[in-house]
C-alpha cells in the first residue's frame, strides 16, 4: 500500500514537474505561463528583432522563427519597381542590407558597423478567428546617417498555428509626395 502511494505521488511530482517546463518553454506569440500574444504584439517584436546596436547583427534564426516557412515578402526596390521573395530571399536581403555601404558625401555607413532601427510609429489591427492584418507606419534609420530617417508602411499577414501567431506574407512601400501617409495610419 505504501508502495502504490509513493509510485502515484511520484508520478504525480513528475506531471508537475514536465507540466512547469512546458510552461517555461517559450515560442514566438506564447509568453511563459500567460497568454499568447496578440498580432499586433508579435509583429512590435519583429520591428525590434530586426535593429541591431552598432557591431551587431540580428539573430535571423530568431527572426526566421515568427514565419512561416512558405511566407511571400514582396518589398518596394525603387520607386517604379518592387521585389517578391520567399523567406529565405527576405532574410538573405536584409543580410545583405547590413553590410552594403551607404555614401553620403564623403561618408561611408556599414549598418553592421553603426547599427540600424526601425521603429513603430502606428499599427492598425484587424484579427478574425484564425487570421489576422496589421497594418504598420514605421520609421527606418541607419545610425550616424545624416539623411532623414526613411518611413513606409507594412502590411502584414498573420495566421495563428499550434496556438501562436506566425507570418505568413508582407507587403511593403514607402511614404513620397505623391504617396502620402494613408488616413489609416493618421
Known sequence: MKQHRFMRLFAAACLVLLAAGAAWTQTPGATAGG?????????????????????????????????????????????????????????????????????????TIYPNQAGYTEKVLRMKTFEFWDMAHVLVLYEAHITGDPMRPERGIDSWLLSRRGGRWIVVAITNDLITKDHPIPLELQ
Open 35 to 107: 497568454p499568447a500574444k496578440g498580432p499586433g504584439e508579435v509583429i512590435a517584436e519583429l520591428y525590434g528583432l530586426v535593429c541591431a546596436q552598432p557591431g551587431q547583427t540580428p539573430d535571423w534564426d530568431k527572426v526566421r522563427s515568427y514565419f512561416a516557412k512558405e511566407a511571400v515578402v514582396v518589398l518596394r526596390a525603387t520607386l517604379t519597381a518592387t521585389r517578391l521573395f520567399s523567406l529565405e530571399g527576405y532574410i538573405q536581403d536584409f543580410i545583405d542590407f547590413y553590410k552594403k555601404p551607404f555614401r553620403r558625401g564623403t561618408l
